[in-house]
């Protein structure tokens, strides 16, 4: 059974970090990319980042570069996002989900281009 499971979410305040992390299960992270994406109340899923199933090839946001870092463990089973200097507008429930194969990079950020989805954690952040 593929599952994926976010969690690491909170308050926190403007300027602050978090670590959020996806535990996958049920299938060979060896063979699928990951992506990060969030939503806010009101607006559409949004892309946040990916990595790659061999784990060197990462892809970000505008809106996150430079602030966010994605990355999975040696184990292979889990997926971070480390966030740093958060912003109000960071404030969101954040999803992981496994992308399907053979998606080209310029479809990344589409959610329709993942098949797996987690429950998705709040972060929130104050000004």
């Known amino acids: 059974q593929v599952q994926v499971v976010e969690s690491g979410g909170g308050l926190v305040q403007h300027g602050g970090s978090l670590t959020l992390s996806c535990v996958t299960s049920?299938?060979?992270?060896?063979?699928?990319?990951i992506g990060w994406f969030r939503q806010a109340p009101g607006k559409e899923r949004e892309f946040v980042a990916t990595?790659?199933?061999?784990?060197?090839?990462?892809v970000y946001a505008d809106s996150v570069k430079g602030r966010f870092t994605i990355s999975r463990d040696s184990a292979k089973t889990t997926v971070y996002l480390s966030m740093n200097n958060l912003k109000p507008e960071d404030t969101a429930v954040y999803y992981c989900?496994?992308?399907?194969?053979?998606?080209?990079?310029?479809?990344?950020?589409?959610?329709?281009?993942?098949?797996?989805w987690g429950q998705g954690t709040q972060v929130t952040v104050s000004s």
């Open positions: 989900a496994r992308q399907l194969m053979g998606t080209i990079r310029s479809s990344y950020y589409d959610p329709q281009r993942y098949d797996y």
């Open positions: 049920g299938f060979t992270l060896d063979y699928h990319t």
């Open positions: 990595i790659s199933w061999y784990g060197s090839n990462t």
